[in-house]
């Protein structure tokens, strides 16, 4: 890895927004792809972040700045990793399932299925299964991507398949779950079409399935 690369996961796992910003900046004058700052520099500083906080030498709050760190650099390679689009594809509604506020991983599947020409509408975040129901009635998606990053959140997301079951919306829609606690195995028992361990991985599962489709 290269020592920019370094120095980004740093400044995330330190908080410090302005550097960062400044750091992907350079990266991306130096050649970097917005794809190696984002898989090599902002998300493993989170996964980093999130096993101090596990351990105890971080707090909340400290999670919160590093977000923010990293969110600075986000909005930098955002608009390169959109740039890519083409004519849409299909629509995506997308959104953080019902009690849990984690987004930056649901945005940067939102900025992916952007980037890889699908239209995408963003619901949020703690969307209730009533909240994903109105908007595939509304919106008639190709899919429902649904994110969660807590244990005690992710049955949230059987509970929307249930709702669109219930209103006979569950074929019309191709589902897909994905989030730091998810699996493939938690995908199969809930009957999602889907599941992804990240937003690149999101996109081409979502190509093949409409392809099958
Ligand atoms: C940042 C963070 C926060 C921030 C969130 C800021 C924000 N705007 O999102 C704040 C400080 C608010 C926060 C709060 C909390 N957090 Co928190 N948080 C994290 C942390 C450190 C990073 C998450 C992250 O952004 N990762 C980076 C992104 C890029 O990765 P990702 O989300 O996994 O997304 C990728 C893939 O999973 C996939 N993906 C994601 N969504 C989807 C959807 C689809 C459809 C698909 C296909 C793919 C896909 O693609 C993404 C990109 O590649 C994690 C640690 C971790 N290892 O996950 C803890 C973590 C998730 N948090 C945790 C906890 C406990 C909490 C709190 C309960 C703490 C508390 N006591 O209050 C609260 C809950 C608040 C709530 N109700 O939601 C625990 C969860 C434990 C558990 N097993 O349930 C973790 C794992 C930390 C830990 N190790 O203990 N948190």
Redesign the pocket.
Known sequence: MSNLLAEIQEAVINGQAPKVKELTQAGLDAGQTPQEILNEGL?PA??I???K??KGEFY?SE??I??RA?YAGLNLVKPLLIAQKTESKGKAI?GTVQ????????N??CMMMEGGGYEVIDLGVNITSEQFLEAVKEHSPDFV???A?????MESMAKVIQVLADNGLRDKVLI???????TQRFADSIGAD?????????VS?ANSLLLER
Not at 176 to 182: E, K, L, T, Y
Not at 194 to 202: L, V
């Open positions: 998300i989170m996964k972040v999130g096993e906080f596990q909340i999670m919160m590093s977000a990293m997308v009690g849990d506020l984690h987004d930056i991983g649901k940067l599947v991507m649904m994110s990053l807590l244990t005690t959140t897909g779950i994905g989030g730091a606690p998810v889907f599941y992804a361990s990240d937003a690149g991985e999101a599962k």
